[in-house]
Nanobody, 120 residues
């Protein structure tokens, strides 16, 4: 199993910044792709950004240029730096990783979520 612990959410004003982090622990050989999803009120969960082990990142169109995803493989941690936040970024943000397991099938795991609220 893989346990994901997210942190860094909170309440900020429009234009401010937040940094999320997610630490993975458990019985895996290594972590492949890591990413962040979000679920805005009344909407389905969608991908915000992801990053592979090679460092290639993909962003949702409306966060590109404002958000930056990064990873530290030595710490099994993925980060999401969110700048110039907007009210429409208000959502629960979920960490997601693909883990190559020590036994059993390789599996995708998700975190419990951290709330980000952008409001004046």
């Amino acid at each position: 199993q893989v346990h994901l612990v997210e942190s860094g959410g909170g309440l900020v004003r429009p234009g401010e910044s937040l940094s999320l982090s997610c630490i993975a622990s458990g019985t895996f050989r290594l972590i492949g792709s890591m990413g962040w999803y979000r679920q805005r009120p009344g909407k389905e969960r969608d991908l915000v950004a992801n990053i592979n082990r090679g460092g290639q990142a993909h962003y949702q169109d409306d966060v590109r240029g404002r958000f930056t995803i990064s990873r530290d493989d030595a710490k099994n941690t993925v980060y999401l730096q969110m700048n110039n936040l907007r009210p429409e970024d208000t959502a629960t943000y979920y960490c997601n990783v693909y883990a190559y397991m020590t036994s059993g099938p390789n599996t995708e795991f998700g975190g419990q979520g951290t709330q980000v609220t952008v409001s004046s």
